[in-house]
């Protein structure tokens, strides 16, 4: 399977998760930012799975980021990378099959994975899985005890798709 996991992640958590999903589906997977999964470096997958964090209870766009106020002293979040909003936006047509995921704090507070999902399957890519949230403990992490190894299973499971 030559898989291709999109993120965006502000502060490592999304990209950690990424990267354990990635590590599930094995051999020949490629891990993206959104900066980095242009329509040229997504082309060849056979195979999608995107997540994000859950911002203001959605998929983060451009308002949400820039509206987030670096703290002096606290982590700086990597505002490097589009937001999943725009990413999805900008997103080709196609017909892969694809998986979504979303990183978010406990509690009832909104969900990502519906807005790309909808997004997705509104652009003709076929949904392969059901949805996957992990948790973590606050907005910079860290990533709730297990959710590496639950995304790692996660993958492992995609890769049988
Ligand atoms: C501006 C802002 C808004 C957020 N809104 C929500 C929210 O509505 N629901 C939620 O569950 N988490 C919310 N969070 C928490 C993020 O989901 C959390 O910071 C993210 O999962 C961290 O992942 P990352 O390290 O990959 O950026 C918010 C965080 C920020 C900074």
């Known amino acids: 399977m030559k898989a291709v996991v999109v993120y965006e992640s502000l502060w490592g958590n999304t990209a950690a998760i990424a990267q354990a999903i990635a590590e599930g589906l094995g051999p020949g997977t490629r891990v993206m930012s959104t900066r980095e999964a242009t329509a040229g470096a997504i082309r060849d997958a056979d195979f999608l799975v995107v997540g994000s964090p859950v911002m203001g209870f959605s998929v983060p766009n451009e308002r949400m980021i820039g509206g987030i106020q670096v703290k002096a002293g606290s982590a700086p979040p990597d505002l490097s990378q589009p937001p999943m909003r725009t990413w999805l936006d900008s997103l080709v047509p196609g017909e892969k099959p694809f998986a ?62």
């Open 100 to 161: 979504a995921f979303e990183t978010r704090v406990k509690g009832p507070w909104g969900k990502a994975t519906p807005a790309i999902e909808e997004s997705m399957k509104k652009l003709g890519y076929r949904k392969a899985s059901e949805a996957q949230k992990f948790v973590v403990e606050g907005t910079q992490g860290p990533l709730k005890e297990g959710e590496i190894e639950r995304a790692r299973q996660w993958g492992a499971e995609l890769s049988r798709w």
